[in-house]
């Protein structure tokens, strides 16, 4: 009677809420100050004073009826020629603001690539471990998804494997930079031979395949040595979805951008198609109040230093306790391997000291589990014994 | 290459949007004032202090990581519970805050539900005139439009045809009270019979027929004598699509909400489906800061007066002056005959006299226009003479 997919969706809980809900109930039981819940990617920082001064601002100085009203679908054209601007020489790439279309976000991003782009048969190829909800929203869009397998040493791409699952039906990659649930981030040289593979597959093909960046966590980077990069610069068929949700601390307001490579194959009409796609999926505009908020407050971020904190400190000791763990140069998420084949099973017994995290396999990766460090540093600082006996216990 | 129907609907501007961009052409050549526009549905009233207040004082004395954070997928459950509780009141149903998901506005609201209901072979049912975006968000799901003409009087369901036009693959019939483009509005009566007719039709096919309830312009009502109404007091498988756009006038900010009956068929399951669509589609919450701003603004309203006051100028000079007028009781539009059979021409002969509007033949009504009359009075006031003088053109 109902559509089965959808329901299916909204009657499964993910292994992440259920954790998520579970931590809350253990919290009344015992006490928050001794549940240690990593498993949800929340900003724990909140947003940079000029974002609530300009909020403030814009309330009290601009009439509600251009505040508040409707602006084009595609985003307001000030709001868009603003943001490309900077986009563009902070990248060095010419986009303009015809080239935005301003998104309630991230996932509103995806799901419109993904919908502009899809023609029946289509595959789309994610690399594991990947964000869970890539499936829910390529599947949603009917098409296919495709895993192809990381490097297991670097959890970066392993080309082979990539250009072993490409074929006839391949219309996108969709890669996460920093990555969500590893933390590692594609360099020059990564996106160089991304751009090299899809070129000769498109040639080899006789038609373009497209990647689709998922940049959330963009600004989530924290050594010096690690630049941050656009992958438009390195490959032209790209659409770059982006999101304020980590950069700002707004993820709850849904703001965000599609940019769409100006040197993609008639981008004209892939712009138009991505306009499109957000009217046939119900996105009448991005809000207005926060287009205009991050069109002042673009290239600001919260104060992330205090996940550079958080990371240096839960893998340090995490390594010093014998664990494995993958370097996360951005986002905030600690990538470990798990002591015993069964990553659930060892979530279970961390669980039995109050350590809370998920097991890898919601990405598409056995084995392994994520620690979300978005958290009070005084959090980790106080589970920190609890990792050491956790470790201590399988004899690490 | 990409999505052709994306690509169609993103690349062909409408006819509203013509009219639209027409007009600011125009302001440029012979200056604002001499242009009448009343081809957009955008509100013209300011929002309620109320809102500007309560923005402030959320963004001063709320933490910013609960203000701006997620919320649930389904919205807050604290704003839930409020908004239900007064449309409980109000309307003399028994909603909860389960039964309620936030969604940003209500083309999102429809574009859920469709999908959340939507099974191969479905047809969905709209009453002519009706709203041209429906027929882009059903198509969009993948099921089938089918259009029921109204009565030729009153522009109400004619419930004859309405009957012939459902048939085994009936999913949902969409309402939208009061009416875009023709401002009328259900009573009680129609509402019932309607009813009768759902229910009739869902026993004689051995399935449930969903009502899907459009309600962006409920709190638009002008005359004491109309009294609001709840569907879903009168059918059981309903669904209310709302949105805060106009009754708050932030058409912008993109806020509303569904309410799945919790007297309909496996409700339960219904509601999960809706939180799945939303899910798939790529709404990961309504805005945050415009929920918490909804949940204390509910049942408060801009200065609806003065759509009020435009109406009965509009409404009363234009029959004086020999015009065929569907008398409006709600909505911001006035639906006129045209004089001629083509509503087009008569577009473009008032177009030589400044006086913009959209041809019925958008709404699937053709020999009628749209007057959208959401515009400051004084711009109605000095467009009367030219409408005069195009009524004497027309020898009426």
Known sequence: MYNQESYALGSKRSSIREIFEYAKL???????ENVFDFSIGNPSVPVPDEVEKTLIRLVEKTPSIRLHGYTSAQGDKTVRDKIAQNYSARFCVALSGDDLYMTCGAAASLTICLRALY?????????????????????GTGAKLVVAPSDEKTLLPDFQALANAITQNTKAVIVNTPNNPSGVVYDEQVLQKLSALLKEKSEQYGKPIFLIADEPYRELVYDKTTPILSPMRYYENTLVCYSYSKALSLPGERIGYIAVSPQAVNAKALYASVCGAGRMLGFVCAPSLFQYLVAECDGLTADLQVYKRNRDLLYNALRSYGF?????????????????????????????????????????????????????????????????????????
Chains 1, 2 share one sequence.
Not at 26 to 32: F, S, T
Not at 353 to 362: H, P, R, S, T, Y
């Open 26 to 32: 253990r919290a009344e039981q015992i006490g928050a």
């Open 119 to 139: 023609e029946k048969g289509d595959e789309v190829i994610v690399i594991a471990p990947y964000f869970a909800e890539y499936r829910v929203f390529v599947e």
């Open 324 to 396: 494995t763990c993958v370097y996360p140069q951005g986002a905030f998420y600690l990538f470990v391997k798990s002591p015993e084949k069964d990553a659930k099973a060892f979530c279970k017994k961390a669980q039995e000291k109050e350590l809370l995290f998920v097991a890898g396999d919601d990405f598409g990766y056995e084995g392994w589990v994520r620690i979300a460090y978005c958290v009070q540093t005084e959090r980790i600082e106080r589970a920190l014994p609890f990792f050491k006996a956790l470790a201590q216990e399988y004899q690490l």
